[in-house]
């Protein structure tokens, strides 16, 4: 595992990249959750220009490493959805 040092010294492509399932999250969670973070100068990966089934894996992953922070929304449908799984599996990974 990278030092802390390594990792605060490091160029990120984002602040953050939420890990989240459904449209209740995105219409209601989400949108204020990126709100609050545009506020403050934090910049997140935003995927709401296409639907994730449009984004190519490759394109996440890469986001997800390029983050410097992971958001995973928890909800009813995350853990039924086997894109958030694969998406969790490269975030602990």
Do not use: P
């Not at 010294?9 to 989400?30: C, L, P, T």
């Not at 894996?57 to 983050?67: C, F, M, N």
């Amino acid at each position: 595992m990278a030092s802390s040092s390594s990792l605060s010294s490091r160029n990120w492509s984002y602040d953050v990249f939420k890990s989240f399932s459904g449209e209740d999250v995105r219409k209601n969670f989400h949108n204020h959750f990126l709100e609050d973070l545009e506020r403050k100068w934090i910049i997140a990966f935003k995927d709401n220009e296409k639907e994730r089934s449009e984004l190519i894996a490759t394109e996440l992953v890469q986001a997800i490493r390029d983050s410097r922070v992971v958001v995973v929304v928890l909800s009813n449908t995350f853990t039924s959805s086997s894109w958030c799984l694969n998406e969790l599996l490269e975030i602990v990974g």
